[in-house]
């Protein structure tokens, strides 16, 4: 076992594979934000290595990106911005970057940047690898993605010190492919305010439990094509809102605008963050999580920490995460859906129920600070 840092007080930490920090365009964006700013508050020196270019926010956002964010030192790597090429070009930029640097500890979030891995590696750096999710299962990569991204799969488990895993499910599929041993710690959750809808009902006419909501980005194995068919055929007055960016993927965009259209009760905000995204979470109705595929929903655990009441599909990596404190479907079944939709819409009284449980449990459950906790001593290697 690697324990060099056993017992070095404070560690020089890298992080890369993520878009930037800080922002809010993926889980991944929100665990390195997460857990870099904690650790720097700890006493850490921490450096993100962050993509240049703009990414699912949009260009407005671009210039959020400084040399320093809550003690955490912010380094934007050279990116081909193309669709296919922005991961793995800034992933090689900042793994070499990190291997001349002066780290302890080089930090790989998600598949694809881990093909990079053996370049720090080389340089005797222990190496940490988070799996966020099973990366080359979505729709939207080709196949020439597609083999990078097990090719960085496949880095992982060759070259990592450790792996990270956030579900019980990816933790099996690890043992039982490649017979490596993972470590299983979950995301967290912060415990928020709750907030009147005052944008959300300017800019949307939205008002307190007048909407179920979907947040997340637009992607085929989020599974809101369902979503919006089983809606659609729904006799109620409650709009849908579906809250995200499309992330290299506009011909889908495109798709479910098209299959909305003619329904004036679903609202597409684009991406959100800030006030906005907090209004939305706080006066949802229902939180609808209907994907295919999901590493560790942060959605979810947010969402249920503003105290909503949730209906997911029934993929392990959610239930796992709401165990009975929540509703779910069969996934994939429009049929399903639309019967959990119409069920919570006619009984709001078993809505009130969830919503009353839910915060309490998620965050009892889900704490930061102890997510914190458990990767330093990984990263020490005790």
């Known amino acids: 076992m690697d324990n060099r840092y056993k017992n070095k007080e404070k560690l020089n930490i890298a992080m890369l594979g993520q878009k930037r920090v800080p922002s809010r365009e993926g889980g991944v964006e929100v665990v390195v934000e997460e857990l870099s700013t904690r650790m720097a508050a700890l006493g850490h020196k921490v450096t993100c290595f962050n993509r240049s270019g703009h990414h699912v926010a949009g260009q407005q956002y671009d210039n959020d990106v400084t040399g320093e964010y809550k003690k955490v030192k912010l380094v934007n790597v050279p990116t081909i911005n193309r669709r296919g090429f922005a991961a793995a070009t800034s992933s090689y930029f900042g793994a070499i970057m990190a291997a001349f640097g002066p780290y302890d500890i080089v930090h790989f979030h998600a598949e694809g940047p881990c093909a990079a891995m053996w370049i720090p590696k080389l340089f005797g750096k222990r190496c940490i690898a988070t799996i966020h999710g099973l990366d080359h299962k979505r729709q939207k990569w080709g196949r020439l993605a597609s083999r990078y991204i097990m090719a960085g799969e496949k880095g992982a488990v060759k070259h990592a010190d450790e792996i990270i895993v956030l579900s019980k499910s990816v933790q099996d599929y690890f043992q039982n492919k490649y017979g490596r041993k993972t470590v299983l710690i979950p995301n967290g959750v912060n415990r928020p305010v709750t907030v009147l809808p005052t944008q959300i009902e300017k800019k949307y ?171 330093l001593e990984l990263y020490r290697g005790l």
């Not at 105290?307 to 165990?323: A, Q, R």
């Open 205 to 375: 006419g939205l008002q307190k439990d007048g909407y179920f909501l979907y947040l997340g980005r637009l992607v085929p194995e989020k599974g809101l094509e369902y979503l919006i068919k089983a809606y659609k055929d729904l006799d109620t007055d409650k709009k849908l809102v579906i809250a995200g960016g499309s992330s290299d993927m506009k011909e889908f965009e495109d798709k479910i605008q098209s299959l909305a259209k003619g329904d004036d009760r679903i609202i597409f905000t684009g991406f959100v963050q800030g006030r906005t995204l907090a209004e939305l979470l706080s006066n949802a109705y229902v939180y609808v999580i209907p994907s295919d595929l999901e590493g560790m929903p942060l959605t979810l655990l947010e969402a249920m920490s503003y105290g909503n009441c949730c209906l997911t599909s029934d993929i392990p990596e959610c239930t796992e995460v709401v165990e009975d404190r929540a509703i779910s479907f069969h996934k994939g079944d429009v049929t399903d859906l639309r019967s959990k939709l119409k069920e919570l819409d006619e009984s709001p009284e078993k809505v009130a129920q969830y919503k009353e449980k839910a915060a309490e449990f998620i965050c009892g459950k889900y704490d930061w600070d102890k997510v914190t906790e458990k990767t």
